[in-house]
């Protein structure tokens, strides 16, 4: 999974330099819009949910480590 697509999945640009709470804030609306609670008649709210999440496991993950330019997946 790129950096560039974790950071537009939460609605972010990839060129700008975001706080551990500006991620947060970011995943918090993507996680309340695709929720499966949110939307119970979509079959695909579970996976699109999984999904913000990891994307913004990776970035957390990425700015705890340094900014190192690498991810998993």
């Known amino acids: 999974m790129s950096l560039v697509h974790c950071y537009r999945t939460l609605g972010l640009s990839p060129c700008t330099t975001y706080s551990n ?3 947060h804030k970011a995943y918090l ?6 929720h499966p609670d949110v939307n119970p008649h ?3 709210a579970t996976g699109a949910f999984q ?3 990891d ?7 990425r700015q ?3 900014g190192a ?3 998993e997946g």
């Open 21 to 23: 709470k500006q991620l």
């Open 29 to 34: 609306g993507c996680a309340k819009r695709t």
């Open 42 to 44: 979509d079959p695909d």
């Open 51 to 53: 999904h913000v999440r």
């Open 55 to 61: 994307c913004y496991e990776t970035l957390l993950r």
């Open 64 to 66: 705890t480590m340094g």
């Open 69 to 71: 330019t690498t991810t």
